[in-house]
């Protein structure tokens, strides 16, 4: 299993971004996937998950207080990738963003880092005028 975070960058504060992770090796519907972040001398934190559509029947998104109402986690099948679009950027938002999943149909809320089974490489969000 390999995941690739790519779609990170450097924005204004109230601007949007859109970080993708694609992967290779599991096909993406049939399981839960997480979005994390990790600031600078900060714990990596849960910020969203999305159920497996294919397994729940639903897709369910759940998000952190943090993020909620500015933050959208959406996956597209055919080509085996999340996203998590991200508006109203704000500079506490700044931080390394991960995609990880613990290879479970159903989210256990936005996740624990301890849980995750497998991680892709970070993409660097930074939100600064």
């Known amino acids: 299993v390999q995941l690739q975070a790519s779609g990170g960058g450097l924005v204004q504060p109230g601007g949007s971004l859109r970080p993708s992770c694609e992967a290779t090796g599991i096909t993406l519907p049939y399981f839960a996937m997480s979005w994390f972040r990790q600031a600078p001398g900060k714990e990596r934190e849960g910020i969203s998950c999305?159920?497996?559509?294919?397994?729940?029947?639903?897709?369910?998104?759940y998000y952190a207080d943090s993020v909620k109402g500015r933050f959208t986690i959406s996956r597209d099948g055919f080509k085996n990738t999340v996203y998590l679009q991200m508006h109203s950027l704000e500079p506490e938002d700044t931080a390394v963003y991960y995609c990880a999943t613990e290879i479970l149909s159903s989210c256990r809320g936005v996740g624990r880092a301890d849980d995750m089974g497998y991680w892709g490489k970070g993409t660097q969000v930074t939100v600064s005028s």
């Open positions: 999305i159920d497996s559509t294919i397994m729940t029947g639903s897709g369910s998104t």
